[in-house]
C-alpha cells in the first residue's frame, strides 16, 4: 500500500513535505499535524500486517522503512464491573519503558533517525524522556531531555542509565522553554507536546481496539496533560470513522489534577479552585500547544473536563492496586474521574491505565 503523508499546520492550513525538520509551522507557529489521503479499502485487515506485533502492524503510519521498536503495543484488557457498569482497563503501563508513551516514541524516533540528525532534544516531566531515551539509544541518536528538577528519582535515573545527558530545570514551564532556546545545529527538537509524529503512534491504541474488540464504548477517561493521548484517540477515532468502520465515536472525557488546569480553565472560562492533584506528577504542563484541539476534541464527542484532587487521586490508586493494577498516581486519575461521572456516562468504559506505579515509588512510598 502506497500511502501519501504530508503535514498541515493546525492553524493557517499551509502543506508542508513529511520530511521537513519543522517542529510546529514556520508560517504562524502552530503545532502541525500529519495528514494522509485515505485509501479507499472495505476491510480493515487490508491494513494490518498480521505478521509484527507491535504497533507498525498499522499500516496508516508515516516513516514505516527501518523503524526503531521495542516491541510497543498490544496491551491487555482487564475487564471490571463496578455499580452496574462494564470498565475495560486497557493496561498501557505494559509496554516496553511501562508507559504508553511508546507508542509516540517509536514513530517520532523513527522520524528523526530517518532524518540523519546527531541528536535528539525533549523535554518532559517524566515518562515521555523515559521513553525517549530508551528508543535513541537503539537508534543510536544521542538525547538531551529537560526535566523538572522535582521528577520523580526513578524516571531520571532511568533516562541517564539509556545514557541520555539529563538537564534538571525548576518547572516543567523552564524545561520547555529551555529545550527550544538551547537547540543546537545538527539536533532535533522531538519534544512530544508539540511533535506531530508523536500523535501517529497514539491512534494506534484505538486500532488495537478495533481489531480486537468491538469498540462500542460509551466513553473513553483520559488523564490530560499536553493532550498527546486524547488527541491520538480522537485522531484514531475519526480515521475509523472516515474509511466506514464505525459510525459512533464515545464521549471523551479529560482529567486534569488540582494545581495544572489549562484546559478545564479554558474551556469553563473560570479559574479553577479546589484541591491540589500534585501527585499526578504526570500532569503539568501549563500551556498546552494543541489546547484548542483538545477543546474541541472534548466538545465534538459531546465530553467534558474535570479537575480531581489528591484524596481522590489516594483512593483510586488504592482501589486499582487492590484489583492487582499497579499504576502510578497520574492514571489513577481516571479511576478517580470515573467515580464522579459513573452516573452520567453509558454502560460501557473505557479506562486507559497510561504509567507504571514502578517508576513513582517514591511518590507513593508516602500514602499512608
Ligand atoms: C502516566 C501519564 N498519563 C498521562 C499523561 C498525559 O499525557 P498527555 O501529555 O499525552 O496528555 C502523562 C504525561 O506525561 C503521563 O505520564
Ligand atoms: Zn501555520
Known sequence: MNLEFYLTCTNCNKKYDIKVKYWRCPSCNSPLEVNLEYPKIDNFPSIVNKNEFNIWRYKLLPFFENRISLGEGLTPIIKHRKD???????????????????????????????????????????????????????????????????APIAKITLMKMCGTEVIECETREEASKRAIFELKENEL??????????????????????????????????????????????????????????????RLYAVQAGGCTPIYDNYYNVRWSGEEGLLADGLRVKNPPRLKMIIKAIRDTNGDILVVG???????????????????????????????????????????????????????????
Open 84 to 150: 452496574g457498569l462494564e470498565i475495560d482497563f486497557k493496561l498501557e503501563y505494559i509496554m516496553p519503558t511501562s508507559s504508553f508513551k511508546d507508542r509516540g516514541s517509536t514513530v517520532s524516533i523513527t522520524r528523526a533517525k530517518s532524518l540523519n540528525v546527531e541528536k535528539i532534544v525533549e523535554d518532559s516531566s517524566g515518562n515521555a524522556g523515559v521513553s525517549y531515551s530508551a528508543y535513541s539509544a537503539i537508534a543510536k541518536l544521542k538525547s538531551r531531555i529537560y526535566v523538572p528538577k522535582d
Open 189 to 250: 527538537y522531538v519534544g512530544h507536546i508539540w511533535d506531530p509524529f508523536f500523535i501517529e503512534g497514539m491512534k494506534t491504541e484505538i486500532y488495537e481496539l478495533f481489531e480486537f474488540r468491538n469498540l462500542n464504548y460509551d466513553s473513553i477517561i483520559i488523564p490530560v496533560s499536553s493532550g498527546t493521548h486524547i488527541l491520538g484517540i480522537y485522531k484514531g477515532l475519526k480515521d475509523l470513522m472516515n474509511m466506514g468502520f464505525i459510525n459512533h465515536i464515545p
Open 310 to 368: 489528591n484524596s481522590e487521586i489516594i483512593s483510586a490508586l488504592k482501589y486499582l492496586y487492590r484489583l492487582g493494577l499497579i499504576v502510578e498516581p497520574t492514571s489513577a486519575t481516571a479511576y478517580a474521574a470515573f467515580e464522579r461521572l459513573k452516573q452520567k456516562i453509558g454502560k460501557k468504559i473505557l479506562i486507559p491505565l497510561t504509567g507504571s506505579g514502578m517508576k513513582t515509588i517514591d511518590k507513593i512510598i508516602s500514602i499512608k
